[in-house]
Nanobody, 130 residues
């Protein structure tokens, strides 16, 4: 079992920044696929950014490339999502998720397949006003 706890959500104006954190505990491994999905009201949950913790490769949805950056602190079993130049369409519940013992190649695929993630956090709300 892996437990994920998100923090850092909030409300900002368009153009602002937020930083999300996700701390993992439990049966963590050195090579996981870990990162963020989001779900806006009335929409399906979609991949935002993932990181392969075994080597640091990162993968992003096209809608956030150049604005969001995912990073990791292996010593703390924590993944971060720095979100800059936020837009109203970024408003959503952001969920941390992990797929344990995944390869880098599979991690790249998982940005489009939320069903492949094994564990989920409870989410943190991000609201961007125009």
């Amino acid at each position: 079992q892996v437990q994920l706890v998100e923090s850092g959500g909030g409300s900002v104006q368009a153009g602002g920044s937020l930083r999300l954190s996700c701390a993992a505990s439990g049966n963590t491994y050195s090579s996981n696929c870990m990162g963020w999905f989001r779900q806006a009201p009335g929409k399906e949950r979609e991949g935002v950014a993932l990181i392969y913790t075994g080597g640091g490769s990162t993968y992003y949805a096209d809608s956030v490339k150049g604005r969001f950056t995912i990073s990791q602190d292996n010593a703390k079993n924590t993944v971060y999502l720095q979100m800059n130049s936020l837009k109203p369409e970024d408003t959503a519940m952001y969920y941390c998720a992990v797929r344990a013992q995944a390869s880098a190649g599979y991690c790249e695929y998982l940005i489009t397949d939320r069903d492949g993630m094994t564990y989920w956090g409870k989410g943190t709300l991000v609201t961007i006003s125009s």
